[in-house]
Antibody, heavy 118, light 108 residues
Framework: EVQLVESGGGLVQPGGSLRLSCAAS????????MNWVRQAPGRGLEWVST????????YYADSVKGRFIISRDNSKNTVYLQMYSLRVEDTAVYHC???????????WGQGTLVTVSS | EIVMTQSPATLSVSPGDRATLSCRAS??????LAWYQQKPGQAPRLLIY???RRATDIPARFSGSGSGTEFTLTISSLQSVDFAVYYC??????????FGQGTRLEIK
């Protein structure tokens, strides 16, 4: 089983930037697609972004397209989410999650809180 | 975008009873449907995928059914550890991936 640990969350002003990291333990990291899923306080789950195992394909929700960039470093077993032009509505706990092939989120990290506020 | 709608928003059930949670898709997702359980302060946990296949280490009291646009998660005999929020999620034609808004299962 893959263990996932997120970091990099914090308080940022509207318009600011932040980079999240998700470190994975275990073998075969490059065989997993990796994702970011967020949850605003008291709200449901929202898919944010996906990156393929090789890193060659990326996908984004319309709400973050053009502002967020997902990337991965398979040599470090880490996936990143670079967030620009942050908005108040981006405030959420950001979870990373792995997918074995099809888009079934079989392992999740505990999440890191991003708060966008002035 | 495929919209996932869960009902009811909140379900009150007594321990030992059966719980039935519903999920509807705005268009067919075949059997590309997963269910997750989330407890307060915890990450979601995969319960069911392929509409009816239990994930690793998920107890047999959890079962899923349905195809196309109508899906059901049934918990046959509720235990105290089962009271949580449950989400459905499609993965049929993406992006985007979308989740239902969740059903809160509470103790009656």
């Amino acid at each position: 089983e893959v263990q996932l640990v997120e970091s990099g969350g914090g308080l940022v002003q509207p318009g600011g930037s932040l980079r999240l990291s998700c470190a994975a333990s275990g073998n075969s990291f490059s065989s997993y697609g990796m994702n970011w899923v967020r949850q605003a306080p008291g709200r449901g789950l929202e898919w944010v972004s996906t990156i393929s195992g090789s890193g060659g394909s990326t996908y984004y929700a319309d709400s973050v397209k053009g502002r967020f960039i997902i990337s991965r470093d398979n040599s470090k077993n880490t996936v990143y989410l670079q967030m620009y032009s942050l908005r108040v509505e981006d405030t959420a706990v950001y979870h990373c999650a792995s997918v074995p092939g099809t888009m079934i989120f079989d392992n999740w990290g505990q999440g890191t809180l991003v708060t966008v506020s002035s | 975008e495929i919209v996932m709608t869960q009902s009811p928003a909140t379900l009150s059930v007594s321990p030992g009873d059966r719980a039935t949670l519903s999920c509807r898709a705005s268009q067919s997702v075949n059997t590309n449907l997963a269910w997750y359980q989330q407890k307060p302060g915890q990450a979601p946990r995969l319960l069911i995928y392929g509409a009816s296949r239990r994930a690793t280490d998920i107890p047999a009291r959890f079962s899923g059914s349905g195809s196309g646009t109508e899906f059901t998660l049934t918990i046959s005999s509720l235990q105290s550890v089962d009271f949580a929020v449950y989400y459905c999620q499609h993965y049929n034609n993406w992006p985007p991936i979308t989740f239902g808004q969740g059903t809160r299962l509470e103790i009656k």
